[in-house]
């Protein structure tokens, strides 16, 4: 199937705006950054219980949506979906940029700035995940161009094992990322199940994100997308929101089974904020009214509604991210079952944690910064296609866009898109 990319003119006054309004918010960012570099991470939110914040939480939000985004454009690589093609460059851009803004986000984390590009490699320590990870996200981004090269060379076998070594490293990149805490000796972090979780969260962000990404530029740059794609993208986004559902539940009941969690689980799951975020954000809007609407024959085939349904899967995954990070720091370990601490030099109980005003910056900054390189890549590389139609169309597929054509004409109040 023979398929044209063109890059976009960017010459519109609109194009350089957003690239100058992007530059802003990057400054802004590395003002921030510099700031904690500088003068120490006490000025960010974070404190000796709670040494893992905002910045923890983007990174694992950016790296998941590169996992789902590579799944996405791994449809045509690996399964030879070929209506998926035009997707593909796009897809794998999108991964390797997510990833590259996950490694950004914990720049401060690492506390000496001089060591981030020497000590995780000149180091390496077969038992520890945060040496174990640096690996597997440099040979991710390494994997990640050699892969968009066989897409831009039209390399066909290439491209299907580059497409199927690239998506299964990263979904090791991500249940790396999920050992990181899942190995750490917590009530809120300590389960097998914490790997699989990230995966399934991943995969239902990115293909969430791709579809918002992909309608909204179609229509922005007023090229044809044919609505089935975007219906079998929202049939696709329901089975990963289910997965993702069942994972999350069999966790905390496991969780909540065991005796020695069961304090710290009904903390995370019934107490203060974060019953606020699981319930309404998680389970509610991420991902029960979604799956509802993507399921529901009427609105699974409307684009409005399926562009909907993906904000509010991202909104839910976000939470998702800010509830495994600090829950389990802000409870406090039980370091000794069935012991009294009398004496200790940190503080014992639950503690609190609040974003900074240049946590907040630094994660604008790093999004900023990805925004401004995609916006480039849209012009400097022939990422988008002229049109994604769904040629040799099957039965099914008929029947989806003469269903989505219906809905559009008895549904003329739908959210705008």
């Known amino acids: 199937m023979e398929i044209d990319y063109e890059p976009i003119a960017g010459r519109s006054t609109g194009y350089y705006l957003l690239l100058t309004a992007l530059l802003v918010l990057v400054a802004a960012g590395v003002t921030a950054t510099v700031l904690m570099i500088a003068y120490g991470i006490h000025l960010s939110g974070m404190t000796n219980r709670v040494p893992w914040g905002l910045q923890i939480v983007m990174a694992i939000f950016y790296i998941g949506l590169s996992a789902g985004s590579l799944v996405v454009s791994g449809l045509y690589g690996i399964f030879g979906k070929l209506e998926y093609k035009p997707f593909a460059r796009i897809a794998a851009f999108l991964a390797m940029l997510f990833l590259i803004a996950g490694l950004l986000s914990i720049v401060t984390d690492q506390g000496r700035i001089d060591r981030v590009f020497v000590q995780p490699f000149a180091h390496f320590n077969a038992t520890s995940m945060f040496s174990i990870n640096p690996a597997l996200y440099m040979g991710h981004i390494m994997i990640c161009i050699f892969y968009m090269w066989a897409l831009f ?15 299964l490293w990263a979904l090791c990149v991500h249940t790396g990322t999920g050992a990181i805490f899942a190995f750490t000796p917590r009530e809120l972090y300590n389960t097998a199940l914490l790997p699989p979780s990230f995966v399934a969260a991943a995969l239902s962000s990115g293909a969430a994100l791709m579809i918002l990404v992909l309608v909204s530029l179609f229509r922005i740059t007023r090229r044809h997308l044919d609505v089935a794609l975007v219906i079998w993208l929202g049939r696709l986004l329901a089975v990963f929101i289910i997965v993702a559902m069942y994972v999350i539940l069999i966790e905390n009941a496991h969780r909540f089974y065991l005796i ?3 304090e710290a689980t009904s903390y995370y799951l019934f107490k203060g ?8 954000g998680l389970i509610v809007v991420g991902s029960v009214v979604p799956a509802v609407l993507l399921f529901r024959r009427r609105t699974g085939t409307s684009v409005p509604w399926i562009v909907f349904s993906s904000v509010l899967v991202v909104v839910g995954v976000l939470c998702e991210r800010y509830l495994i990070v600090l829950p389990g720091l802000e409870h406090p370990p039980n370091l000794f079952p069935g012991m009294e601490i009398i004496a200790s030099a940190l503080d014992e109980g639950i503690v609190t944690y609040s974003i ?4 907040i910056l630094q994660a604008l900054g790093v999004l900023s910064l990805i925004g401004f390189m995609f916006v480039l890549g849209l012009k400097y590389l022939p990422l988008l ?3 994604a139609r769904a040629h040799g169309q099957s039965q099914m597929l008929k029947d989806l866009i003469a269903r989505a054509t219906a809905n559009a004409e008895a549904e003329p109040t739908s959210p705008a898109v």
């Open 356 to 359: 900074s005003l240049l946590e």
């Open 260 to 262: 020695e969690s069961r």
């Open 385 to 387: 296609p002229t049109e």
């Open 153 to 167: 060379k039209e390399k066909g076998r290439l491209t299907k094992v580059t497409s199927v070594t690239v998506v």
């Open 273 to 280: 904020y974060h019953a606020v975020l699981f319930w309404g």
